[in-house]
């Protein structure tokens, strides 16, 4: 896997950055270009430790950055909220890429915290991180979604797909709600605070790719990554939609004020907390 000189559209050194499911697919090229230039790179996974050794060995090489690693299941709340706490002791972030995705499952599964397994893993670990982490995220918040949001819709009456899921359903109303849940947020924010805007990294050779749509091909990880990279642009306005690298309108649910004011209270239920709370002390 390469990557060259001015991947990074922004001055990134003495930043930090967390990167989330930074040890496989577009997470792990990401990780892999931040490595070259950023003072501390926080790299989550869900695999232990002694499977990614290896990985962190290179991500370590000469020169590059100090890189912890952080172990988090998705599937299980707490765990999202352990990663937060020793994010947070580790001093917090200038930069969080929310990247981690479940894989697509074509029978509905419904985790320890009783909500349907792709909301949980792709849209609300990211909520709860973000709320969690608020306050020590000082730059920018990068939140991986897809292009596939523009087709989806956002019943917010069934967002667990109680009433009819397939995988490709699930992933892409999950990626719906990670845009409107970011429109909303940038909207609270204005021009102040810290950014947060959204990218669609293009299609992938990846797992989830391969997994979603098999025989499908799509570009290399590092040329995603440069995608998502590109959401680290200064001169991008708060709550921009980067699609392969380019600004472009979301779908029009996730900015449509009712839809989100309906998204959040939906999100609060699930997560029993006020997240509305969290954003106005942003
Ligand atoms: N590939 C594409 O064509 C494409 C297109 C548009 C958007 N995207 C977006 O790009 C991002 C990266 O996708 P990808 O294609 O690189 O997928 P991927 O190769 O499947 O990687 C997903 C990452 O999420 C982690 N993950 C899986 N289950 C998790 C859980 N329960 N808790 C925490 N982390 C978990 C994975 O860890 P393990 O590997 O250890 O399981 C992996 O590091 C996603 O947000 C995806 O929606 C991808």
Excluded at 33 to 41: E, G, S
Excluded at 155 to 182: C, M, P, W
Excluded at 236 to 265: C, F, H, M, W
Aim: charged share 20%; proline share 4%.
């Amino acid at each position: 896997m390469t990557a060259t000189e001015g991947d990074n559209p922004m001055n990134l050194t003495g930043k930090t950055v967390l990167v989330t499911g930074g040890v496989t697919g577009v997470g792990e090229a990401t990780a892999r270009i931040l490595a070259r230039d950023v003072r501390r790179l926080f790299v989550h996974g869900v695999q232990p430790l002694h499977t990614v050794s290896d990985l962190l060995e290179e991500l370590r090489g000469p020169g590059q950055a100090t890189v912890e690693y952080f172990q988090a299941d998705f599937t299980r709340l707490s765990e999202v909220s352990d990663l937060a706490r020793r994010v947070r002791d580790a001093g917090g972030a200038d930069i969080l890429i929310n990247n981690a995705v479940a894989p697509a499952t074509n029978k509905r599964i419904v985790t320890s915290d009783g909500i349907e397994e792709t909301l949980q893993v792709n849209y609300l670990a990211m909520v709860k991180l973000v709320t969690e982490l608020h306050d020590v995220i000082r730059h920018r918040i990068v939140n991986v979604a897809s292009e596939t949001h523009q087709s989806a819709d956002l019943n917010v009456d069934d967002l667990q797909l109680e009433h009819g899921y397939s995988a490709f359903d699930g992933y892409r109303r999950s990626k719906l709600a990670i845009v409107t849940f970011s429109q909303w947020v940038a909207g609270k924010l204005g021009e102040t605070g810290s950014g947060i805007v959204t990218v669609c990294p293009g299609l992938t050779e990846t797992p989830l790719l391969h997994d979603m749509f098999p025989g499908l091909h799509g570009q290399s990880p590092v040329e995603a990554a440069k995608n998502v990279l590109a959401g680290l642009d200064d001169a991008l306005p708060n709550g921009a939609y980067l699609s392969s690298g380019r600004i472009k309108e979301p779908n029009p649910i996730a900015t449509n004020p009712d839809t989100q004011t309906r998204l959040v209270e939906a999100t609060n239920a699930l997560l029993d907390q006020d997240i509305r709370d969290l954003v106005a002390k942003w």
